[in-house]
């Protein structure tokens, strides 16, 4: 059966974006809903409900069946079973999702599911910066790191459907047992990452008279920043470098056309990308290291509820 529509649901950290698309990616309609709390099976039926919702103005607009749906989970999206692990919800942990949701919406409605990695760089080859690629690597900097790897036109997704968890990239020996939690890269380089970077920096400081302190966040040390404080300065040196190393490693490993910053953080760092290019280019691959294009996400939060129709589309596609 063709379908002239295709529903995406994007589950983020405090909201659920929903949208229906037509088969050039037009949004025809679109919704979000908080989670303000929501666990478990809270988090469910407000999906159903938003599924419930777009199902039924579909049929009434553009399809005289039940469109696809592809769902973008942040976390790990277990292909063979239909469970997901999502840390940020409570009640999430190996969570039979495509099992609920066919109870509740019916079995013969075909669902999708992947990784919120997976989903950004789909979402960013069908309608971002990597639009027409075969070989491109999405690096979602925000509150942690990952990374949407797309190659040969499929996406990465490894043994245990875990690939492009690089937030975990080891880039700074000796080990320390403070990385366990999310990892070296993540520690360093992530949005909480950061803050964190430039919190340690101020306690070497006995003489700093700036405005970064024990609660700064990201937003603040971007900020410090603008104004030539020396440990905003000194904490993007770092975080930079390892921005770069990160990229070195994407090039040499998957020789991409394309990498796509994108996340909450890039935003403000899209200043920094031609930075990150030079310290790329003292660590990759070289002849790799000048073919790849090195660029800011377009789509913003939105691509991976974008890839989460591409998701259910190329599915489709696929039979």
């Known amino acids: 059966m063709e379908y002239k529509c295709f529903i995406g649901l994007d589950i983020g950290g405090t909201k659920i974006s929903t949208a229906l698309f037509d088969i050039s990616g037009n949004v025809l309609a679109e919704d979000k809903v908080l989670l303000a709390g929501a666990r478990g099976k809270e988090v469910l039926a ?8 777009l199902i039924l103005f579909a049929k009434t607009t ?15 999206a277990y292909h063979e079973s239909g469970k997901v692990w999502a840390p940020n919800i409570p009640g999430w942990d190996d969570y039979p999702l495509l099992e609920e949701l066919k ?17 950004s760089i789909l ?17 979602a900097v925000g509150t942690g790191i990952g990374a949407g790897i797309l190659m040969d036109g499929r996406i990465l997704r490894g043994h245990g459907d875990i690939a492009g968890a690089t937030g975990w990239m080891a880039l700074q020996p000796p080990y320390d047992k403070k990385y366990d939690a999310c990892g070296c890269f993540e520690y360093y380089a992530s949005g909480e990452g ?12 006995s003489d700093y008279k700036g405005i970064i302190n024990n609660a700064s966040s990201a937003k603040d040390i971007f900020a410090a920043y603008e104004d030539k404080d020396p440990i905003a300065i ?39 990308i031609p930075r990150i290019r030079e310290e790329a280019e003292k660590w990759a691959q070289p002849i790799a290291m ?10 913003g939060d939105h691509a991976g509820l974008i890839g989460a129709g591409r998701l259910a589309m190329i599915n489709q596609e696929k039979g």
Request: charged share 20%.
């Open 234 to 272: 000194k904490t993007f040196d770092h975080v930079i470098a390892f921005w770069g190393m990160a990229t070195a490693n994407y090039v040499s490993l998957f020789d991409p056309e394309k990498i796509i910053f994108g996340g909450g953080v890039f935003g403000p760092a899209v200043q920094f």
């Open 123 to 139: 979402g960013e080859t069908w309608r971002g910066s990597a639009k027409g690629s075969k070989n491109a690597v999405f690096v």
């Open 103 to 119: 109870e509740a919406l019916g079995k013969e409605i075909k669902i999708y599911i992947d990784s919120d990695r997976a989903c």
């Open 194 to 205: 950061i803050a964190r970077t430039a919190r340690e920096y101020l306690l070497q400081a």
């Open 290 to 299: 000048k073919q790849v294009t090195l660029i800011p996400s377009v789509l």
């Open 62 to 76: 553009c399809c005289s069946e039940t469109p696809p749906v592809g769902i973008c989970v942040p976390g790990i």
């Open 46 to 53: 407000l999906i159903v409900k938003e599924l419930r919702a």
